[in-house]
């Protein structure tokens, strides 16, 4: 049975000061960030303009500006609760962004019931709905100096280490996906679910291993474009709309 707490009374607060308008200002992250920027472009730029000329510092001051700006656009990402996403799941999310021309909807870092026995975390980096289906992506980085291949497309390994617990938690997960999306809609929604692995090699394109189909990170995009169309676009909405609701963000703001 669900707890019940209540509420105490609410009091009233003192009258708060009037806020500083230039303290609200520099509070703003992207304030500070262009602030940073330009002291950091402003004093290299001066250090080289004293010894080789105000145009050479100048034009360091802006290649520092710049070098920042693609620094900082390479590792964040659309997802707020990503901040700290990995470099894989960032480099899937960019590949997902060119589908949705082609019809497809994506729902990032996505929350699903945890199993009993702890062997899913209770997310889904990418829900994935498309006019060939519903997929839930997780991106993977692993050490490319060892190798991945299969047994009998029942085990997956990666060098020595047997990754059976990576894909009962991709199979986990979907199923969860599942039964809370088929509920909500009213009618049946198979969820593929499929890990891609960025790092070592991939000696085959795409290969189902107990149930989960397995690939390189590189090829997400192609995975999905390259299968039948099964959904209707009213289907896909309908499905979307559900997922939204029902399968809340992971790391809510």
Do not use: C
Not at 4 to 14: G, S
Not at 32 to 38: S, T
Not at 199 to 212: E, H, L, N, T
């Amino acid at each position: 049975m669900r707890e019940h707490h209540h509420q105490a009374p609410v009091k009233e607060r003192p009258e708060e000061p009037e806020e500083n308008p230039g303290a609200t200002v520099l509070d703003d992250p992207r304030t500070r960030r262009w602030l940073w920027r330009g002291g950091v472009a402003v004093g290299a730029g001066a250090v080289v303009g004293l010894v080789a000329g105000w145009r050479l510092g100048l034009t360091l001051a802006v290649l520092v500006v710049i070098a920042d700006i693609v620094r900082r656009s390479r590792t964040d990402s659309t997802v707020t609760a990503w901040q700290k996403s990995s470099a894989a799941e960032r480099r899937t999310e960019k590949q997902l962004k060119s589908l949705q021309r082609n019809g497809y909807l994506v729902l990032h870092a996505r929350a699903v019931p945890r199993d009993d026995e702890g062997v899913s975390d209770g997310r889904i980096d990418h829900l994935v709905i498309g006019p060939s289906g519903v997929y839930a992506i997780d991106s993977e980085k692993w050490d490319k100096r060892l190798p991945v291949r299969t047994m009998s497309h029942l085990k997956l390994f990666h060098g020595p280490f047997n990754k059976k617990d990576r894909l009962d938690e991709a199979r986990w997960e979907a199923q969860m996906a599942s039964n809370i999306l088929g509920e909500e809609v009213g009618f049946d929604v198979p969820v593929q679910p499929s890990v891609a692995i960025y790092g070592p090699s991939i000696p085959w394109k795409v290969m189902r291993v107990r149930d989960v189909d397995v690939y390189a990170g590189n090829r997400a995009r192609a995975y999905l474009r390259r299968r039948p169309k099964i959904l209707t676009d009213g289907d896909v909405q309908r499905i979307f709309q559900a997922a939204e609701q029902a399968l809340p963000p992971k790391y809510p703001d």
